[in-house]
């Protein structure tokens, strides 16, 4: 395989164009390890050196403009790299590469989580439930959840800003608990709040 052209894409991509016609997009530093230039001819080993090369190091540019977007778990940005089309293989290495660097922390993703969702007073069921779907270790919750304030103050504001009534009927009453729930709130959490409350109607 003979290089008959390689195009600057950006200051740090290029495009090897080989003489059967084929494109291969690699990265400054393949080229620079490999002494890549035009009319360089490569053996068939050489060549699948370069694709390897350029797979993973294309995979882990991918990688770190995805935790430049936004903060990931690891196992979430596994299944992103693998969506977008990164072999597996490739993308658990540029997971443990990034966690090398201390860019990918599951610990500290989670406390960010715990914080975010606790400052819009939600429940600890559904800071779980985030935990969860974000695919951060359960041995990790524990650690994370002991960051949360105290819930008691966040259900009252909720109380206080949902009721329309100081003796709300049955209906009203439920509602209000079902949205507590929603919020993630145990029933414990929402039973001791409300008994703070006069209200006529306690079925609730």
């Keep these: 395989m003979i290089i008959t052209e390689l195009k600057k894409k950006a200051p740090e991509r290029y495009t090897a164009v080989f003489d059967?016609?084929?494109e291969l997009d690699t990265t400054l530093s393949v080229v620079a390890d490999f002494s890549l230039y035009s009319g360089r001819e490569l053996t068939e080993e050489e060549y699948r050196?370069?694709?390897?090369?350029?797979?993973?190091?294309?995979?882990?540019?991918?990688?770190?403009?995805?935790i430049g977007a936004r903060a990931m778990s690891k196992k979430e940005l596994l299944d992103k790299?693998?969506?977008?089309?990164?072999s597996p293989e490739n993308a658990e290495t540029c997971v443990r590469w990034l966690e090398g660097l201390n860019?990918?922390?599951d610990s500290e993703y989670a406390a960010m989580i715990v914080r975010h969702?606790?400052?819009?007073?939600?429940?600890?069921?559904?800071?779980?439930?985030?935990?969860?779907?974000?695919?951060?270790?359960?041995?990790l919750w524990e650690d994370a959840l002991e960051q949360m304030p105290e819930t008691e103050e966040k259900i009252h504001r909720l109380i206080r800003s949902r009721l329309k009534s100081s003796n709300p009927?049955?209906?009203?009453?439920?509602?209000?608990v079902d949205y507590?729930?929603?919020?993630?709130?145990?029933?414990e959490e929402i039973k001791s709040a409300l008994n703070r409350y006069n209200f006529d109607n306690e079925e609730y």
């Design 81 to 86: 790299l693998v969506e977008k089309g990164e």
């Design 103 to 105: 860019l990918l922390d």
């Design 180 to 187: 507590l729930f929603r919020r993630g709130f145990t029933w």
């Design 49 to 66: 050196q370069v694709c390897s090369a350029s797979s993973l190091a294309m995979a882990k540019t991918r990688a770190m403009q995805m």
């Design 169 to 176: 009927d049955r209906a009203e009453l439920k509602r209000l």
């Design 20 to 22: 059967d016609g084929s």
């Design 117 to 139: 969702y606790s400052s819009k007073n939600y429940g600890i069921n559904r800071i779980k439930n985030e935990l969860y779907r974000r695919g951060i270790p359960k041995e």
